[in-house]
Every structure is written in structure tokens, then in C-alpha cells.
């Protein structure tokens, strides 16, 4: 009888060693003070003392960066849904006041590569250190016969603190209180199965495309730009308890994602005049898709949207501005239910 070993079956765990040491400093890079664990153990270890928080709790969330892989296979380059992730994950907890504390990565493929598997923790690592983020742990399986050679899925968990009193639910959110919009880098994490559909499918383009609206662009570099973090712009604003309300926008778009966060008896009126990334509109035209369902798949620009009182507002856009961002009026609170765009 021939012997097999564990290769044969399609698991190679010489290449996933290599992947391990390859990716031990890049790891070790995002470590923080309360690290207490070394990568290779069994769990990570983060000491849990908050001294400058008087009544800490705890935000966690779980999410992935979806078909955006496709995109990232077609043009093998792996390098940014790492920090996709990361920022993804770090958005969906700074919604509700939070700054996130450590990280913990999940990567399953059907053919491990090491240098694959690297590329993707680099930029686990580079957006885990611009968000003051420790990547305490992850794991990495290869699972021939139920993923295809090539195929990666890339998921994440974020643990983050803020204090008791400073938690934003969008309970205090009232009609006429204004919305301001910052600005996305395109389509994020979200949309990529429509957007992958009209424009490689349909309209037969090529990830190295370079259409004339994208000056010189390629779409594959279009659909590959970061999602944002906006962490560093929007901590001015929770230090001076501005915020009433956020919303990352996510799959579902604003109408998804502002009503989670608007209470009882408030909607609002979103005027859609600031600048909408030219890929929306390559993806619209190409895929006679309509602008309602535009906004349903995608952010169209607006990455997060905040809440603030009248009287607050320029106050809001004067912060934003000086940490560089391009924030615009993004529409107003309403008392009738439901969320609405100006014609």
C-alpha cells in the first residue's frame, strides 16, 4: 500500500511555518505596553489595566472584507485588505465611542503560499499600528477541497474600550440636528459582488482598465484603495462631546446604516452634493443601475456620516478640517421617519 503523509492531502505545514516566521516582526511591531504574549502561543495575553478610563467597558466586533479578495486575486495583490480589515473593524467600534485596544485575524485558504499569507499580515500590521492597535493573535487555516487553490477569505475580531459615560448609541439624536459626511476612498468593503459583476462580467473590462474618468488609474487600483480609518479625525470630536451620533457606512449604504443609530420618531434628509468617487459612476453607467439602488450597494463617497447639533456644527467642521479631512453638510435630522434624499 503507498504511504501518503499530510502534504499529499494538500496541507503543507512547512509552508505554513514559513509563513509564521515571515510574519513574526511585522506582528511584533503593532505590540503595545499590555501585550504580554509572544506570537506562536496557544492565546494572546493583554493586561487589562485602564487607568485613565473610570468605568471601562468593553466593545467587540467581528467582520470580513467579502469579495474584495476577488479583486485582490485578479491583480495578486494582497498588501491592503489587511488594513481593510483592520479599519473596517475599527469604524464599526468607534461608532459608539470606542478606541480599539488589540486585534485578532482569522485567514483561510485552499493552497497556503507563505508570501500570500505575509502580504495579507503586512497590512493587518500597518493599519493595526496607525490605529494604536496591538495584533495580539490569528490563525491561519489551509483547507484544500473546501476553498480552491487561490482562493483566500480574510475575517477579523477587534476588541476596543471606551468609558460608561462616554458611549454614543444616537439616544440623543433630535429632529433638525445636522449631518455631516466624511469622505470614503471608494467602495471600501462593500458592493463588490455588483461592482465585480457589471464591470469584469458585463462591461468585459480588465483589472489594468484605465478608463478616462479614472485619470490614469486602473480599476483594479480604484477597487483596491483603503478602506479609511477615522479614528484620528473623529477623537478631537469625542474629547469635546460633540457627537450625538455616527454611522459607518457599510453594506446597505445610508439608508442601511443612518436609521441604526436615529431613535423613535426622527429620520432624515440626506443632500447628495459632495463629491462621489468617479468608480460609482464608471460602475452605474456601465451596469444601467439605478440611483437608488446605488445607494442601497454602496457608500457613493460618504464613508461615515455624524451627528451633531445645529449650534455645533461649525465647531464639527472646523476639527475635521484642521486634522485634514474634506467634511461637507450631509443633510438634516427630520421628525418624519425614514430616510430620504433631496431630488
Not at 20 to 33: G, I, P
Not at 90 to 105: E, K, S, Y
Not at 280 to 289: T, Y
Amino acid at each position: 500500500m503507498t504511504q501518503i503523509n499530510y502534504r499529499d492531502s494538500g496541507v503543507d505545514i512547512k509552508e505554513g511555518e514559513k509563513a509564521v516566521a515571515l510574519m513574526k516582526e511585522n506582528v511584533r511591531s503593532t505590540f503595545t505596553k499590555e501585550v504580554l504574549s509572544d506570537l506562536g502561543h496557544f492565546g494572546g495575553l493583554f493586561q487589562a489595566d485602564f487607568p485613565d478610563t473610570e468605568n471601562p467597558v468593553l466593545v467587540a466586533s467581528t467582520d470580513g472584507v467579502g469579495t474584495k479578495l476577488k479583486v485582490a486575486s485578479m491583480t495578486s495583490k494582497y498588501d491592503t485588505v489587511g488594513q481593510d480589515l483592520v479599519n473596517h473593524c475599527v469604524n464599526d467600534i468607534l461608532v459608539q465611542g470606542a478606541r480599539p485596544l488589540f486585534f485578532m485575524d482569522y485567514i483561510a485558504c485552499g493552497k497556503l503560499e507563505a508570501s500570500v499569507i505575509t502580504s495579507i499580515v503586512s497590512g493587518l500590521a500597518v493599519a493595526c499600528r496607525e490605529n494604536g492597535c496591538a495584533l495580539l493573535g490569528g490563525e491561519t487555516a489551509e483547507m484544500p477541497g473546501f476553498y480552491s487553490e487561490g482562493d483566500y477569505d480574510v475575517a477579523g475580531t477587534i476588541i476596543g474600550l471606551v468609558d460608561k459615560s462616554m458611549i454614543i448609541d444616537g439616544s440623543t439624536i433630535r429632529p433638525r440636528m445636522t449631518v455631516i459626511g466624511l469622505p470614503s476612498n471608494g467602495l471600501h468593503t462593500n458592493g463588490y459582488s455588483l461592482a465585480r459583476k457589471v464591470l469584469f462580467e458585463i462591461a468585459e473590462m480588465s483589472s489594468e482598465d484605465k478608463p478616462p474618468l479614472l485619470e490614469g488609474a486602473t480599476i483594479g487600483e480604484a477597487l483596491l484603495a483603503v478602506h479609511k480609518s477615522y479614528l484620528n479625525v473623529i477623537k478631537p470630536l469625542l474629547k469635546e462631546r460633540l457627537i450625538q451620533g455616527i454611522a459607518h457606512i457599510t453594506g446597505g449604504g445610508i439608508p442601511g446604516n443612518l436609521s441604526r443609530i436615529l431613535p423613535e420618531g426622527c429620520g432624515a434628509l440626506i443632500d447628495e452634493k459632495w463629491e462621489i468617487p468617479r468608480i460609482f459612476e464608471i460602475i452605474r453607467e456601465r451596469g444601467n443601475i439605478d440611483r437608488a439602488e446605488m445607494r442601497i450597494a454602496f457608500n457613493m463617497g460618504a464613508g461615515m456620516l455624524i451627528v451633531v447639533k445645529k449650534s455645533d456644527s461649525d465647531r464639527t467642521l472646523e476639527i475635521l478640517q484642521e486634522s485634514g479631512e474634506l467634511p461637507f453638510l450631509a443633510g438634516e435630522i427630520t421628525s418624519q421617519e425614514g430616510i430620504s434624499f433631496k431630488s
